[in-house]
């Protein structure tokens, strides 16, 4: 697990090969009539063939075995993951979620996969449009099996202890506070070494992508060469009582059985691969004079639509910082919005509700559903002296904001029994200080 070492850049071009068999990658080319070491080469697209350079994006692996080698997929038991947005009554309330538990190990063993339980989402997978927020909860690692997502991408937030995740361009660990990318049909398994908690945010017909810096300049936000992608590492590996891969396809999930390990690629090249990033290599920009930047300012990534500066999901943190703006209420402003925003803690206190929103929780202000700053911190907030002040130390806290209108799950709002039905009762101190008389 230590010393695991990685390459760098955002969508850059990259080449790997495990230094046990050097040379593994072919000369000049792609897909030789007979490959180095007796290898197989394989294409892993994640675009069509025809898409502009910008946005074309594949992979060449070079494995011990090609990936076709395997059993009929069968259904598998997907518990609490689901794509059907119309099983219970939409709700526009705001809401909140205390930390979601996590099963203990001795009474219900329970991995990345079977941990996997949809709070919420819109679109579908089929019509390759859409969106899904997961919360994974789990206490022991993948042990002869792996997943992959043919609907789409996976973006995964830890909140509570760390993942070293295995996919087939090699290995990554993943902390809290850092971040990771799995993309459409990656292989991987996730091992675990405690109780386990995080979120993830999954879009379907998009890859994320920087977002555009516009006045900002060349620098600044997320910079490509924080972003970090695994070198390959292989095993040739026999599983003689079976290997299970397992594909969530269309929302559902299904299992095929084969007798060797998939994480058999030697070396690889191209674009498409899993990556992460750690959150506190974050270049913060912020009002240094009244008033706020809109929280757009604080995107790490965005899936984008076909309309212009409208994302299908975008990433936003929220991370320590200066507040040193004049005359400015400076906690985040009341709100309605055209968007849905769901928010999550990775650690610490959230500026706006420094009670009730816990790491490991959540909340979703849906669509047009007002927001804001509860009593306590408007009170606070409107009389305080405005100095230069640290904003956020020791905190992360996190949005998935989305265009889409996100439907909340049973699993969300009944079975998971993680609702807190007082929410609302934040803003219920807040009073009129109207006065005619007085401006």
């Known amino acids: 697990m230590t010393g695991l070492q990685y ?27 007979v490959c180095p070491y007796g290898l197989y080469a394989e294409q892993l697209s994640g675009s069509a ?74 679109g579908e997978p089929r019509g390759r449009n859409g969106i899904a927020v997961h919360i994974f909860v789990c206490n022991s690692s993948m042990i002869d099996r792996c997943l992959y997502n043919s609907d789409g991408d996976f973006l995964i937030v830890p909140q509570q202890g760390k993942l070293l995740i295995t996919t087939e361009f090699g290995k ?28 993830i945010l999954e879009v379907y017909g998009a890859h994320f992508e920087l977002p555009d810096l516009g006045p900002i300049g060349a620098n600044g936000l997320a910079n490509p060469r924080d972003f970090l992608v695994p070198v390959a590492w292989y095993e040739d590996r026999q599983v003689p009582g079976g290997y299970t891969v397992i594909s969530k396809y269309q929302g559902k999930l299904f299992a095929a059985q084969q007798d060797y390990s998939p994480y058999n690629v030697v070396a690889w090249h191209g674009n498409y691969t899993p990556y992460k990033y750690h959150l506190e290599k974050f270049m913060v920009i912020n009002a240094v004079a009244f008033d706020h930047a809109d929280p757009s300012i604080f995107t790490v990534l965005t899936a984008k639509t076909t309309r212009a500066g409208v994302a299908l999901a975008d990433f936003v943190i929220f991370p320590p910082r200066w507040g040193v703006a004049n005359n400015t209420f ?62 956020a130390d020791g905190t992360m806290a996190f949005m998935f904001e989305s265009s889409l209108s996100l439907a909340v799950t049973k699993w969300g709002l009944q079975t998971s029994n993680r609702l807190d039905k007082n929410y609302y009762k934040c803003w219920e101190p807040l009073k009129s200080h109207f006065n005619p008389k007085c401006k």
Not at 177 to 190: K, L, P
């Open 7 to 33: 390459m760098s850049g955002f969508g850059n071009e990259h080449a790997s090969e495990d230094p046990r068999c050097p040379g593994a990658l072919p000369e000049g080319q792609n897909n030789p009539q």
């Open 49 to 122: 063939f025809t898409c502009p350079r910008p946005t074309n994006k594949r992979s060449w692996l070079y494995r011990i075995l090609p990936s076709v080698c395997h059993k009929p997929f069968k259904p598998l038991e997907e518990g609490h993951l689901t794509h059907d947005w119309d099983e219970i009554q939409p709700d526009p309330n705001q809401l909140r979620w205390k930390p979601f538990e996590i099963p203990k190990a001795p009474q219900k063993k329970m991995d990345f996969v079977s941990g996997l339980h949809t709070l919420c989402g819109a």
């Open 172 to 199: 990554m660990l993943v902390e809290p506070n850092e971040i990771c990318v799995i993309q459409q049909g990656m292989r991987f398994s996730v091992e675990v070494f405690g109780e386990t908690r995080g979120y």
């Open 330 to 391: 400076r906690p985040p402003y009341y709100h309605r919005n055209c968007m849905s925003e769901f928010m999550g803690l990775i650690k610490g206190h959230y500026e706006a509700k420094e009670e009730g929103f816990q790491p490991g929780g959540g909340s979703l202000h849906s669509m047009m559903t007002p927001h804001g700053p509860d009593a306590d911190c408007f009170e606070k907030a409107s009389k305080a002296k405005l100095e230069p002040e640290r904003v």
